[in-house]
């Protein structure tokens, strides 16, 4: 079925930026929206941003609000995540998923990567 592979993550001081990729492989995605999550040592998996399938629409946490920007150029297998202003407690393995069913952050994602690191350091 869909495999997802993120990649753009690495090491960043505090107040840069860094952009990630998430490719779509294996079946079409055909209307999938997207999502972009994110886990940090000890804590909860933690939705970040959402997309729409035709990217008309988006959605983001409280936390990343006005600093991370989600996006699309071939909206239906490729997706972006912009961060900026990039605060240590941004540090964690970042997720992108897939879903068929849902849209938004609280949407269950039914395929998911195997994830790209963001180290934040202050």
């Known amino acids: 079925q869909v495999s997802l592979v993120e990649s753009g993550g690495g090491l960043v001081q505090a107040g840069g930026s860094l952009r990630l990729s998430c490719t779509a492989s294996?079946?079409?995605?055909?209307?999938?929206?997207m999502g972009w999550f994110r886990q940090a040592p000890g804590k909860e998996r933690e939705s970040v941003a959402a997309?729409?399938?035709?990217?008309?629409?988006?959605d983001y946490s409280d936390s990343v609000k006005g600093r991370f920007t989600i996006s699309s150029v071939n909206a239906k297998n490729t997706v972006y995540l912009q961060m900026n202003s990039l605060k240590p407690e941004d540090t964690a393995v970042y997720y992108c998923?897939?879903?068929?069913?849902?849209?938004?952050?609280?949407?269950?994602?039914?395929?998911w990567g195997q994830g790209t690191q963001v180290i934040v350091s202050s």
């Open positions: 294996g079946r079409t995605l055909g209307r999938y929206n």
């Open positions: 998923a897939a879903t068929s069913t849902g849209f938004g952050i609280r949407a269950r994602y039914e395929y």
């Open positions: 997309i729409t399938w035709s990217g008309g629409s988006t």
